[in-house]
């Protein structure tokens, strides 16, 4: 399995922010250039994380985002499935009507069980935990 770019600098942008937490709003440029990630991309990334409140905006000279939430309140598995827009690794996994085959595929029922397993290990993850491990 590949996750996409969208989750993986999803990801990013959640732990910078968490990293470099300050009272003071983050303006999207930082990041983009302490991750070393399109600016363009990361406003594309970041309106869903907004929408789903993980992130709030701030207008005017001094505007910027901060999280939303505590880092300690967030987990790995939360933000890979917004942006994947689902916790599971295929289609017929999430629905079943998805495919004809699908009552009766063995492998169905593998997919179900490897995305079950794989987001419960990212749900075991928080943002906090990473922030303190990767970032002194």
């Not at 939360?78 to 085959?101: D, F, I, M, Q, Y």
Request: aromatic share 8%; hydrophobic share 35%.
């Amino acid at each position: 399995m590949k996750l996409s770019t969208r989750s993986r600098y999803g990801t990013r942008l959640i732990l910078d922010m968490a990293a470099h937490d300050s009272k003071s709003p983050i303006q999207l440029g930082e990041i983009a250039r302490r991750q070393n990630i399109s600016l363009k991309y990361l406003e594309q990334i970041i309106r869903p994380l907004k929408r789903a409140n993980y992130i709030k905006s701030f207008r005017g000279s001094k505007g910027g985002h901060l999280l939303n939430r505590k880092p300690e309140e967030i987990t790995v598995g939360e933000v890979v499935a917004l942006l994947e827009g689902s916790s599971h690794l295929t289609t017929c996994a999430k629905n079943p009507r998805s495919c004809s085959r699908s009552e009766r595929c063995l492998t169905r029922f593998l997919w179900v069980e490897a995305s079950q397993a794989f987001f419960d290990r990212l749900n075991q993850i928080w943002i906090n935990s990473l922030r303190s491990k990767y970032y002194v």
